[in-house]
């Protein structure tokens, strides 16, 4: 027979079980609801007319969620690797900053530990493990993080070279230019260069239009450059894996030539 702490377990931690699902539904709602409330109240009108009722909100939810994280901790089999695990630490994060705020003075401070609680909103990706189209993308990001990194470090020279060049192009001898300084030129490049384009900076010769066009452009080529590296994963993800004719072994990747398991070349696709 089950003891109590045995099915709180299922229950909160088992999400392929009816109560476990329903007890996730309930949950994803009282988040929303308290992350809502929280954004409601940083509007100076509402904070002002509703103050008491979002008082009252704000402690039922911490109140609530202080209750799951405690049983949590309870029927956890490892209360350490919860407690200092990711999730554990948003779940304190995310009812610490209305006790702190029976101790500690400081509206401002208070405030900024305050916007914390809006993490209890990733609560809800932990249901995202079990869906298997999620860890496809997530394996597609694993696979291609180098090619990503080194992309990154492709743009990073792009936009270090060209804001140099706008400084030296843009600055001369006017001392009043926006482009007072190569890491303000580095600014603007990435501003640029993504296509953000805030205006705050502008070029004012001809030149300096010439090299902004350039970058403008540059900007289109490069942005489904990262699209490209995640979708080639993931249609690579998506072939079937190819099965050893030698020893049966069919968790070799699709375009390997060798098995992993026992060396034997691998029949020509």
Not at 2 to 30: H, M
Not at 67 to 91: F, H, M, P
Not at 100 to 123: D, M, N, P, W
Not at 161 to 181: F, K
Request: glycine share 6%.
């Amino acid at each position: 027979m089950k003891s109590i702490r045995d099915k709180l377990y299922i229950v909160i931690f088992e999400s392929d079980t009816p109560a476990g699902k329903t007890f996730d539904v309930a949950l994803i709602i009282s988040i929303v609801i308290s992350v809502l409330s929280v954004m409601l109240e940083s509007v100076p009108s509402l904070r002002a007319q509703y103050q008491p009722q979002f008082f009252a909100i704000d402690w039922f939810f911490t109140i609530l969620f202080t209750i799951e994280y405690l049983l949590r901790i309870w029927t956890s089999k490892s209360t350490r690797n919860y407690a200092l695990g990711v999730w554990g630490i948003i779940d304190l994060l995310s009812i610490l900053p209305a006790f702190l705020g029976l101790f500690v003075s400081g509206t401002q401070f208070l405030l900024a530990i305050r916007i914390l609680r809006v993490l209890r909103v990733f609560r809800i990706l932990k249901l995202a493990r079990y869906i298997s189209a999620a860890q496809t993308i997530t394996k597609a990001l694993a696979n291609s993080y180098q090619k990503i990194l080194v992309f990154l470090g492709m743009v990073l020279s792009i936009v270090i070279i060209l804001g140099t060049v706008m400084y030296m192009v843009e600055n001369g001898n006017d001392q009043q230019s926006a482009y007072s300084s190569i890491p303000l030129s580095i600014y603007w490049a990435i501003v640029t260069l993504t296509t953000v384009g805030f205006g705050d900076i502008v070029p004012a010769t001809v030149m300096g239009k010439i090299i902004a066009s350039l970058i403008m452009l540059i900007g289109y080529a490069i942005i489904a450059v990262p699209t490209g590296i995640v979708t080639n994963e993931l249609l690579h993800l998506q072939k079937e894996p190819r099965t050893c004719p030698n020893c049966g072994n069919a968790q070799n990747d699709p375009d390997a030539v060798y098995c992993k398991k026992c060396g034997s070349k691998l029949d020509a696709v």
